[in-house]
C-alpha cells in the first residue's frame, strides 16, 4: 500500500487566500518531499524536509513535520492562479532512497 | 527545467504494436525510474536502474521491459501494447550520491492504445 496519503484530495480557494495540504504516512522516514505536477506535465520539486526537522520555507511554501503523528503539512501563501496543479507527497524510507508518492492533492486557484 | 526528455509526448497505437519510449538525461544521474500514472491518480513505480547494466522491476507489475546501456538513456518497451497499457508514463531521474534522492522528471508519454 502507498506510503503517503494526501488530503484533502481537491481543494478550491480564491486567488490571494492560503491553501493547505497535508501528507500522512505509515512507517518511519529518512525525509519527505513535495513535488508539484502541472495538467498533462511531469512532476517538479518543491521542497525537502528531514526527518530531523520540523519547518522549513521556501519563498510563498511553508512544510512542516510531525515525526510523531507521522504527518506533514504543505502551506501556500497568497495563493495565486499559477499554483493551480496538484500536489504529492513523497517518502523516502530505509536505504533504498526511492521514494513512495501519495495520490496527490488537486489544488485550484480561481483568479 | 531539468535536463530530462522524454520522446514521444503523445503517442496513438493500435493493439499489438510494439513500441518504445524514450528517456534521456544530460545529468549524468546514475538513477533513473520509470513510473505509469492514469488521469488524477497517484504514480506507480514500474521499473527502476541504479546504473549502466542495471535495471529493477517496481511496485506495480508491469508487461514493459527496460534498458539501461548508457547512463543517460533508459527506453521502455512494450513489445505488445494492448489498451490496458493506455497510461501517462512518466520518467525521472536522481544523483545517489546525493542522500535526498530528489527526483527529476521528464515531461511524460501519453499513450492510447486503441
Known amino acids: 500500500s502507498q506510503q503517503g496519503e494526501e488530503d484533502p484530495q481537491a481543494l478550491s480557494i480564491q486567488e490571494g487566500e492560503n491553501a493547505t495540504m497535508n501528507c500522512s504516512y505509515k512507517?518511519?522516514?529518512?525525509?519527505l518531499q513535495w513535488y508539484r505536477q502541472n495538467s498533462g506535465r511531469g512532476l517538479v520539486h518543491l521542497i525537502l524536509i528531514r526527518s530531523n526537522e520540523r519547518e522549513k520555507h521556501s519563498g510563498r511554501l511553508r512544510v512542516t513535520l510531525d515525526t510523531s503523528k507521522k504527518s506533514s503539512s504543505l502551506l501556500i501563501t497568497a495563493s495565486r492562479a499559477a499554483d493551480t496543479a496538484s500536489y504529492f507527497c513523497?517518502?523516502?524510507?530505509?536505504?533504498?532512497?526511492?521514494?513512495?508518492f501519495g495520490r496527490g492533492t488537486s489544488l485550484i486557484v480561481h483568479p | 527545467e531539468a535536463d530530462i526528455y522524454q520522446t514521444p509526448r503523445y503517442l496513438v497505437i493500435g493493439t499489438g504494436k510494439k513500441i518504445t519510449l524514450e528517456c534521456s538525461q544530460t545529468m549524468g544521474h546514475d538513477k533513473m525510474y520509470w513510473y505509469q500514472q492514469d488521469p488524477g491518480m497517484e504514480l506507480h513505480l514500474i521499473h527502476y536502474s541504479y546504473g549502466v547494466n542495471s535495471t529493477e522491476k517496481g511496485d506495480l507489475s508491469s508487461e514493459s521491459t527496460v534498458s539501461r546501456i548508457r547512463t543517460e538513456h533508459f527506453p521502455l518497451t512494450l513489445e505488445s501494447a494492448r489498451p490496458s497499457h493506455t497510461s501517462q508514463y512518466l520518467c525521472?531521474?536522481?544523483?545517489?550520491?546525493?542522500?535526498?534522492?530528489?527526483?527529476?522528471f521528464g515531461p511524460g508519454t501519453r499513450l492510447t492504445v486503441l
Open positions: 525521472a531521474s536522481s544523483d545517489p550520491r546525493r542522500s535526498t534522492d530528489t527526483q527529476y
Open positions: 513523497a517518502t523516502s524510507t530505509g536505504g533504498s532512497y526511492i521514494p513512495t
Open positions: 512507517t518511519s522516514i529518512n525525509n
